[in-house]
């Protein structure tokens, strides 16, 4: 038997599992103004995948940033989800946009 001891400094110990990691991947590269970012947590929040739970609202929130950013099929993304939601939802989806904007997460290119 051979033991083995860990110095606990020198190793780094993640709880994150692989989506965490993805979904806080995308997040970062949103806050630096890209599309295909936002585009991915669209998708991501529209289908309950990569460890994002299905949620149209921020799913639209999402779409409508990427779109922003001049991603063509973000625009279809977001018309296609908004036919399942109320006005309400849109309306919280699109003053979410806003704020995230507003916070200065996602600067112009």
């Not at 947590?41 to 999402?62: Q, R, Y």
């Not at 001049?70 to 036919?83: L, P």
């Amino acid at each position: 038997m051979t033991i083995i001891a860990l110095n606990a400094t020198s190793v780094n110990v993640s709880r994150e599992t692989p989506e965490e990691s993805l979904l806080g991947a995308w997040l970062a590269e949103a806050g630096r103004g890209q599309a295909g970012a936002c585009f991915d947590l669209g998708v991501a929040f529209s289908t309950g995948s990569n460890g994002a739970p299905c949620d149209l609202i921020e799913a639209h929130k999402w779409f409508n940033l990427a779109a922003a950013r001049g991603h063509e099929e973000a625009a279809h993304c977001r018309a296609d989800i908004a036919e399942e939601m109320t006005a309400r939802e849109i309306a919280e989806a699109q003053r979410r946009a806003r704020q995230w904007l507003a916070e200065g997460r996602l600067r112009a290119a």
